[in-house]
């Protein structure tokens, strides 16, 4: 079946614009990360939703960014008045539920702050 | 606060010559220990997921431990297309379910 993906999968932005990121997890999975990923370091966790409520947002570097998940499925994460430091890989995971199973990460959107 | 910690950083290893990737971890209580590969421009891809102390899984080349400190990947006889990153990643007791990865081990496979 289709996996994780996310678009786009590059976006340029100017410091200061506002950008969104787009990610359609695997069909039937409840629970749904956004992580971030700078050159040379794993990922690091922004966000994890169960369903449609946000239950871990502990990750996100501060209130620029922000993410929703309407219906349970498609999420958007958000990030205002961007910053060069904001410039990394986003990448988005699923798993069929939260817990320690198994998560299925996309191929990332790399975005690039000037 | 969860640490992983991956050693060497880089290793480059002729095809066939076996090796261990180390992955030392401190959590307040482990619910699972994953590894992942990840070759350039793409995200991870899961490779195995271990729950407790003493655990093994085998795919293929690759077979991963657990110890209650630390996790190894031990490569055999490895190929060229062996060669990507490989991630440990750990998620523990307290609720939350983000994971929390080390660096990453660079492996090259030269044949």
């Known amino acids: 079946g289709a996996g994780v993906s996310q678009t786009p999968s590059n976006k340029v932005t100017e410091k200061g614009k506002y950008v969104e990121l787009r990610c359609d997890p695997i069909s039937g999975h409840t629970a749904l990360y956004w992580y971030r990923q700078s050159l040379g370091q794993g990922p690091e966790f922004l966000i994890y939703f169960q369903g449609t409520g946000a239950a871990d947002d502990s990750g996100l570097p501060n209130d620029r960014f922000f993410a929703v998940r309407p219906e349970g499925s498609v999420s958007t994460l958000k990030i205002q008045r961007t910053e060069r430091g904001d410039s990394a890989v986003y990448l988005c995971?699923?798993?069929?539920?939260?817990?320690?199973?198994?998560?299925?990460f996309g191929p990332g959107t790399r975005l690039t702050v000037t | 606060e969860d640490q992983v910690t991956q050693s060497p950083e880089a290793l480059r290893l002729q095809e066939g010559e076996s090796s261990s990737l180390n992955c030392s971890y401190t959590v307040s209580g482990l619910r699972g220990l994953f590894w992942y590969r990840q070759d350039p421009g793409k995200g991870p891809e899961f490779l195995f997921t271990?729950?407790?102390a003493g655990e093994e899984k085998e795919k293929e080349r690759l077979k991963a431990t657990l110890t209650k400190k630390e996790s190894f990947l031990h490569i055999t006889a490895p190929k060229p297309e062996d060669s990507a990153t490989y991630l440990c990643a750990v998620q523990d007791g307290g609720g939350a379910d983000g994971l929390t990865f080390g660096k990453g081990t660079h492996l090259i496979i030269q044949p």
């Open positions: 271990l729950y407790s």
């Open positions: 995971a699923s798993s069929e539920q939260g817990g320690p199973y198994e998560q299925y």
